[in-house]
């Protein structure tokens, strides 16, 4: 069965610091991809960045990265230079491409100034 | 604008009376999908349908009916709702077929069921 897990349900980070969340998935799928969305306390599910699974490099949007670890089943999330509004709640997704898509449990991350 | 329309965004209701949450989009999306979120549990899938007339079940499908009669509509319909169905609905849409699809969320429905 298709799994994802976060295991990190908070963490804290200083403002202009980078900082990892972790994502782990299993799946015996060979195609697959991989999505990050951002929920902050207003509630909407935001889009930050896919990864394919045959993608041979790692996916960058801005001061998102994905750093993808295909042997170790992996997918985490790095922001480069917190800001106070990445403040929120993460989520880490599977897709099979069969139409179902699967959750972490999420990570909140809360920026200090 | 390009969206994912919900409604209503906050409902409380009782045990036992029937309700409908709406979803409407406006992209021609072949793929919408609903997800309740709980609190340590991420969001999981409920319904979803890969186009008119063809719907599967998701993980958490128990208590729940969907129907996708349109492209661009999926009801979600609780026909005796349970407190343990109180929760935080999103339903969501994308094309199928490329790889890189984003899901399209609508804003969410806050469900009470007393």
């Known amino acids: 069965a298709q799994k994802i897990t976060q295991t990190q349900p908070g963490m804290f980070v200083q403002e202009k610091e980078a900082v990892t969340l972790d994502c782990t998935y299993d799946t015996s799928d060979q195609s697959y991809g991989l999505f990050w969305y951002k929920q902050p306390s207003s509630g909407e599910m935001i889009f930050l960045i896919y990864q394919g699974s045959y993608d041979e490099q790692n996916a960058t949007e801005g001061r998102y990265s994905l750093n993808f670890q295909k042997a170790r089943k992996s997918a985490n999330l790095v922001i480069s230079a917190s800001q106070l509004g990445d403040s929120a709640m993460y989520f880490c997704a599977m897709d099979n491409q069969g139409g179902k898509l699967i959750f972490g449990q999420g990570t909140e991350l809360s920026v200090k100034p | 604008e390009a969206q994912v329309t919900q409604n209503p965004r906050y409902l409380i209701t009782v045990t036992g009376k029937k309700l409908t949450v709406t979803c409407s989009q406006n992209?021609?999306?072949?793929?919408m999908s609903w997800y309740r979120q709980d609190p340590g549990l991420g969001l999981r899938q409920i319904y979803y349908s890969m186009n008119v007339e063809v719907t599967d079940k998701g993980d958490v499908p128990e208590g729940y009916k969907v129907s996708r009669k349109e492209k661009r509509n999926f009801p979600l319909i609780l026909e005796s709702p349970s407190p343990n169905q109180t929760s935080l609905y999103f339903c969501?849409?994308?094309?199928?077929?490329?790889?890189?699809?984003?899901?399209?969320f609508g804003s969410g429905t806050q469900l009470s069921v007393l």
């Open positions: 992209m021609n999306h072949e793929y």
């Open positions: 969501a849409s994308s094309f199928l077929g490329q790889e890189n699809e984003k899901l399209f």
